[in-house]
């Protein structure tokens, strides 16, 4: 049983630099898949996907050991290319390990990331890597449709994934961790279509008139948004003068994890009801999107409270804000505008880049909470490939530059 007496991974890390911080290490549990579980093996080899986040479509091993996954989207396309991947190669005895991800939508873009513990991760070498071209049925080639993986397996099994995996059992892990910390509140938002917890938490002055709402996680694959999400959040909670000052007048709603199902299946983009979770905001046919729905009706309604803000935290190929244009009215007005120059200012050497557009008719949460509240709504962008490091240094900076502006605008 060439699986048998290897530990399942049910967490996962909180990572930084690709390594994870004491106190959010992944829960390791002692339980041992079957080699029934494996997606496929062969007399010296297994590959598996029994894990949180674990996901492909099909494996097969050669005689000579050469492994070959293709990987496909969960739904039918059209769908957002974030093609992911996570899996875990076993062997039987040390060995080199040549992998194919071919991918039947897409292609490839996530660069690849091992562990043997599924805290620690280490981008694969260069000369690791190869990605290569498809011949199509008419002749031509199609760039970037297959990677060559080479990676060593050693002793214990080698997770290999598209991303760090940070699934339910991290955020379990850091809410832990900072629930009763400086006024946080945690509680139960709503569950999933499959019956997650999708929890929230409060931080700031619950008699507060001013209410800011963040929200992670609508797309499963996007982790470096989570990496700068978690950080802006703990720089919110942080025991200093300002962070004070803005918990005293402000409260924050964050619902840092909106899609549960999708990150533990593994999903490129929708959650189980085959919806782009940010393509909903306004039809809010699904029990996630209608959590936000009411969070954010809840708060209007009340003659006491006033939304003043919505950040989306996401990932894309690149660091940038999508924006409300400074043209159509806010309130508080001109935010935007006076909140990045801030954070251009925290950030020598680092260009803040912004894309200010306003679709209408577009059911996306930006849009939604601009037409519906009025109030500055931007969708946080992080890049894929990123700097682990600097990520960390994004989300403190722009939340310290979020305080500064929120409390230089006048009291509504």
């Not at 599924?118 to 000369?127: F, I």
């Not at 449709?145 to 080698?158: C, K």
């Not at 931080?203 to 709402?213: D, F, K, T």
Request: aromatic share 8%; hydrophobic share 35%; charged share 25%.
């Amino acid at each position: 049983m060439l699986i048998r007496n290897i530990p399942i991974l049910v967490g996962a890390a909180l990572a930084s630099a690709c390594v994870a911080p004491p106190g959010e290490r992944p829960d390791i549990a002692s339980a041992t898949p079957d080699v029934s579980d494996a997606r496929c093996a062969n007399a010296g080899m297994a590959i598996d996907t029994s894990f949180p986040a674990g996901a492909l479509a099909r494996c097969d091993i050669s005689s000579d050991g050469r492994v070959k996954i293709t990987l496909s989207p969960e739904d039918e396309p059209p769908i957002n290319c974030s093609p992911w991947y996570a899996f875990r190669v076993h062997s039987s005895v040390p060995r080199n390990v040549r992998i194919e991800l071919d991918y039947t939508e897409c292609g490839h873009r996530y660069w690849p990331k091992t562990s043997t513990d599924g805290a620690d991760w280490t981008p694969l070498e260069s000369d690791h890597v190869s990605v290569g071209k498809r011949r199509l049925p008419d002749g031509s080639e199609e760039e970037g449709a297959s990677a060559i993986l080479t990676v060593t397996i050693g002793e214990d099994p080698l997770f290999v994934s598209a991303q760090e995996i940070f699934v339910p059992a991290t955020y379990d892990a850091w809410l832990d961790r900072i629930e009763g910390t400086q006024g946080v509140t945690r509680f139960e938002l709503g569950r999933s279509a499959e019956g997650r917890l999708i929890e929230a938490i409060t931080i700031g002055n619950p008699s507060a008139r001013e209410h800011v709402v963040l929200v992670g996680r609508q797309h499963p694959p996007e982790v470096t948004g989570a990496l700068a999400m978690l950080p802006f959040m703990e720089t919110l909670m942080a025991d200093t003068p300002l962070a004070r000052a803005f918990r005293e007048r402000f409260l924050v709603t964050a619902v840092p994890l909106l899609n549960p199902d999708g990150v533990v299946h593994g999903y490129w983009r929708h959650n189980t009801g085959g919806v782009d979770l940010n393509r909903d905001w306004g039809p809010f046919t699904q029990p996630e999107t209608r959590l936000m729905e009411r969070l954010m009706a809840d708060i209007d309604k009340d003659p006491d409270k006033e939304l003043r803000l919505l950040l989306d935290f996401h990932s894309t190929n690149r660091d940038v804000f999508y924006t409300i244009p400074d043209e159509l009215p806010t309130d508080p007005p001109l935010f935007t505008r006076n909140w990045l120059a801030r954070y251009q200012d925290r950030m020598p050497g680092y260009e803040v880049e912004r894309d200010a557009q306003h679709e209408p008719d577009r059911p996306i949460s930006k849009g939604y909470s601009y037409e519906t509240y009025g109030i500055p709504a931007i969708t946080f962008e992080i890049g894929d490939n990123t700097d682990r490091e600097l990520i960390r240094r994004i989300g403190v900076e722009s939340a310290i530059a979020m305080m500064e502006e929120l409390l230089a605008t006048a009291a509504p």
